[in-house]
Nanobody, 120 residues
Framework: QVQLQESGPGLVKPSQTLSLTCTVS??????????WSWIRQPPGKGLEWIGY???????YYSPSLKSRTSISRDTSKNQFTLQLSSVTPEDTAVYYC????????????WGQGTQVTVSS
């Protein structure tokens, strides 16, 4: 069974770049036709989808975050990475990585989530 695990710093200063890595086990991130997403939940708010990297390596980002977001992957390590630049306290959230079976499907596998706080 596939498992996902987020890792990265829990505290980021304003204007810096947030960088998180999702390590996948139990399956390859290049397997057809999975989509590997980053999703976040700010305190007291609902889930917000950030973007995905597909099995093919193509990416797609939320329009509201596109200018600050980059998702990449390291297939040799079976990992994919989120970079969110120019962060502000509004980027404080629990960040999740997840896998969906198709582009339109809701993710069926999730990491446990990691808290990221943006503060000086």
């Amino acid at each position: 069974q596939v498992q996902l695990q987020e890792s990265g710093p829990g505290l980021v200063k304003p204007s810096q770049t947030l960088s998180l890595t999702c390590t996948v086990s139990g399956g390859s991130i290049t397997t057809n036709y999975y989509y590997w997403s980053w999703i976040r939940q700010p305190p007291g708010k609902g889930l917000e989808w950030i973007g995905y990297i597909a099995y093919s390596g193509s990416t797609y980002y939320s329009p509201s975050l596109k200018s600050r977001t980059s998702i990449s992957r390291d297939t040799s390590k079976n990992q994919f990475t989120l970079q969110l630049s120019s962060v502000t306290p509004e980027d404080t959230a629990v960040y999740y990585c997840a896998r969906a079976n198709t582009r339109a499907a809701s993710p069926g596998y999730w990491g446990q989530g990691t808290q990221v706080t943006v503060s000086s």
